[in-house]
C-alpha cells in the first residue's frame, strides 16, 4: 500500500541578518533585445543619412534595444522594390530570430503591394518585429534672400529650391527621368499643397507648406 510522503519537518526561522554597508546584492544582468535599423533615402545626402541614423540610435537607447548596424539603400524612393541592403538586412536577421527592424517611417518600406507582402513574409519568418518611429513634423528653413536662394540638386537635371517668398519650386527640363522628379516630391513637407505652374520649355511647379511661409490662406 502506497504511503504518503512524509510532511517537511518544521524548523524555528531564523532572523534575517540586516543589511550593512558590507553586504553584497547579485543581480541578474538582462542582455538588450537585438535591433537592426533600415534607412531608404531618395539621393546620397550623408548628412540627412547621419541624421537618420543618430534617430535609429537615440530611440534603440531610449527603448533599451542594442542596436547592431543601421543598412541604408540609397537613390532609392518607396516605389523601387529592388534594395540590395535591405536584401542583406533580411538574411542578417534570420541568425537573429526575434530581433527588431527599426525604420523611422513608413516611407522607407517599399511602396508596391507584391514587395510590401514579401518583406512581411520575410519579417514572418525571421521572427522580427517591425517597429516604424513616428515621424515629426518637417523643419522647414528660414526663407533666403532673392540674391541667395536655396537650390538642392536631384537626380536628373532638374531642382528644388525654397524660395524667398516661402514657397517650394520644382524644375524640370525637357528630358529628365521621372525619377528626377519623384525625388523631389519626396523632399517636400507631407502637407504641402500644388499651386501652380509656368514654362514653356521648362516647367516649374509650385507648392506652397502648410502652415503656409508665403502667408497664404490654407
Not at 548628412?47 to 542596436?67: E, P, V
Not at 543601421?70 to 533580411?90: F, G, K, Q
Amino acid at each position: 500500500m502506497a504511503q504518503p510522503a512524509p510532511r517537511p519537518q518544521s524548523h524555528p526561522a531564523t532572523p534575517a541578518a540586516p543589511l550593512n554597508a558590507a553586504s553584497t546584492l547579485h543581480l541578474v544582468a538582462t542582455t538588450p533585445r537585438t535591433a537592426y535599423g533600415y534607412l531608404a533615402v531618395p539621393d546620397t545626402d550623408e548628412d540627412q543619412i547621419n541624421g537618420l541614423h543618430s534617430r535609429l540610435a537615440a530611440h534603440a537607447a531610449h527603448a533599451g534595444l542594442a542596436l547592431l548596424e543601421v543598412y541604408a539603400d540609397r537613390n532609392t524612393i518607396p516605389a523601387m522594390p529592388d534594395r540590395p541592403s535591405l536584401d542583406r538586412l533580411l538574411t542578417e536577421l534570420a541568425d537573429h530570430p526575434g530581433a527588431v527592424l527599426l525604420v523611422p517611417g513608413p516611407t522607407h518600406l517599399p511602396a508596391a503591394p507584391t514587395a510590401h507582402r514579401a518583406l512581411m513574409h520575410r519579417l514572418a519568418q525571421t521572427g522580427a518585429t517591425l517597429r516604424t518611429l513616428t515621424t515629426p513634423a518637417p523643419h522647414l528653413p528660414a526663407a533666403p534672400t532673392l540674391e541667395d536662394p536655396i537650390r538642392r540638386p536631384l537626380s536628373g537635371s532638374g531642382s528644388v529650391r525654397l524660395t524667398a517668398q516661402g514657397t517650394f519650386e520644382i524644375s524640370l527640363e525637357p528630358g529628365d527621368p521621372a525619377a528626377a522628379l519623384a525625388s523631389a516630391l519626396v523632399r517636400l513637407p507631407a502637407d504641402s499643397r500644388f499651386v501652380e505652374s509656368y514654362g514653356d520649355v521648362s516647367t516649374t511647379l509650385v507648392f506652397h507648406p502648410t502652415p503656409d511661409l508665403a502667408g497664404h490662406p490654407r
